[in-house]
């Protein structure tokens, strides 16, 4: 019986040092979704959708310290600190399944926001004095190399394409590889040619299934965990001294 909870103990201590590393990647992976957001805020108006990032944030941080108590629980052999341990374990694998149903949810909106928004940030643009939105749309087209809502014929219809008067796009609408790039729209073969609502759709889509595998990652080591734990409460409340009186022995 000890040797088999020992063994059982010790795969426990694996699972916790597993979860101890899945709270800093859940914590890292929540905080590159706030930082890639930041970059594409103007284009996505539902500020809600950083839920699902918020939530695994806090999952991460919780799971640090529910880590702490299973390592405690274990080497103190505690019946009370283990089964704690087993019931934090089940709420948090209920969070990270609700993340998991959010972030498809939120996954599913993202072409509706973006959509909705782009229209009216392009059609805000200001490239004499830029402001956050006027930067936000060069640092999308330069990063995602990108031009325009569907092309780069959309800038016809903005604003700033019909009082600047000069037939031209954005100098981020060059090409990266042209250096004596002017933006003007008698040189398409200069400019992205790809629009930038499908890219920046993509991106978005992308971040948050990143939420979604890695929440299904680590309630998979969270079941794991809870199995373990449970096998040792098990093990734990089979008494040795119940078994000696079975086998007709003493127990002093």
């Not at 040092?17 to 590159?32: E, S």
């Not at 990032?53 to 880590?67: D, K, M, N």
């Not at 790809?194 to 890219?199: H, I, T």
């Amino acid at each position: 019986l000890a040797e088999g909870r020992a063994w059982y103990s010790k795969e426990l201590t694996m699972v916790l040092c597993l979860l101890q590393a899945a709270a800093g990647i859940l914590c890292y992976v929540g905080a590159y979704v706030f930082i890639t957001y930041d970059d594409y805020d103007h284009f996505f108006e539902d500020v809600y959708t950083l839920i699902p990032a918020v939530i695994i944030i806090a999952v991460g941080t919780l799971l640090f310290i529910i880590g702490l108590i299973g390592c405690c629980a274990t080497i103190r052999e505690s019946r009370c600190g283990l089964a704690t341990f087993v019931i934090i374990l089940l709420l948090v694998f209920i969070t990270e399944v609700v993340v998991v149903v959010l972030g498809y949810i939120y996954r599913a909106k993202v072409e509706d926001e973006v959509d909705h928004s782009i229209r009216k940030v392009y059609n805000g643009y200001n490239g004499t004095n830029p402001d956050a939105a006027s930067r936000a749309i060069d640092y999308v087209q330069r990063q995602l190399r990108c031009c325009g809502i569907h092309n780069y014929s959309d800038w016809e219809n903005t604003v700033w394409f019909k009082q600047t008067k000069n037939n031209s796009v954005p100098l981020s609408c060059c090409k990266a590889a042209l250096s004596n790039c002017t933006g003007s729209l008698t040189h398409p073969m200069d400019l992205y040619s790809e629009g930038c609502e499908a890219l920046v759709v993509k991106k978005l889509q992308e971040i948050m299934m990143y939420v979604i595998w890695a929440a299904l990652a680590f309630a998979a080591i969270q079941l794991l965990g809870m199995l373990c734990a449970c096998i040792v409460l098990c093990r734990r409340s089979r008494d040795p001294a119940y078994e000696l009186l079975i086998a007709g022995g003493t127990y002093a």
